[in-house]
């Protein structure tokens, strides 16, 4: 059975664009690179030549990752998701049991997820304690460094699909 992989609208635009733009253009330029370092003559011992065929390399494995994730989306309008319980594209607001600080994260697929940027992979450890749960639930989640406690106190949809 094909597993789906859940995605915001938004980051299946972004992986389509990431695609394009390795097929038309990246892909040429590398092409390129090749040809132009094939000509300095002995390959053996042509850093260039081997630079640009691993970099071809990166490309093609890139493109057919990118290509295999797409066929698998499930595409999601994060803006419209249900806000009674966390599920894929809410944003969550949960309150550090331990250290009562709030901390803020909108649960979306794991090509997505950037904690820099405030989203989490839905098939993390957190993202995993808090599906399902409501405000004013208590999220238990095992880490490496111990198990912490969160109280959901907020959710709200995404601002973009």
């Not at 071809?56 to 494995?61: M, T």
Request: glycine share 8%.
């Amino acid at each position: 059975m094909i597993q789906r992989i859940p995605m915001s609208k938004t980051g299946n635009i972004k992986l389509r664009e990431e695609l394009t733009h390795l097929e038309r253009v990246e892909r040429g330029e590398v092409v390129k690179a090749i040809e132009t370092a094939r000509e300095h003559g002995d390959l053996k011992e042509n850093a260039e030549y081997h630079a640009a065929k691993d970099r071809q390399g990166h490309i093609e494995g890139r493109i057919i990752e990118l290509k295999d994730k797409l066929a698998r989306a499930e595409v999601i309008d994060c803006s419209r998701v249900s806000t009674d319980r966390v599920i894929f594209g809410t944003i969550v607001k949960l309150l550090d049991m331990d250290t009562e600080e709030e901390v803020t994260y909108q649960l979306l697929g794991p090509e997505e997820a950037n904690v820099k940027e405030g989203s989490i992979s839905v098939l993390s450890p957190i993202g995993k304690s808090m599906l399902g749960k409501e405000v004013g639930d208590e999220v238990v989640v095992k880490t490496p460094g111990g198990t912490r406690e969160f109280e959901v106190i907020d959710i709200k949809p995404s601002d973009f699909a």
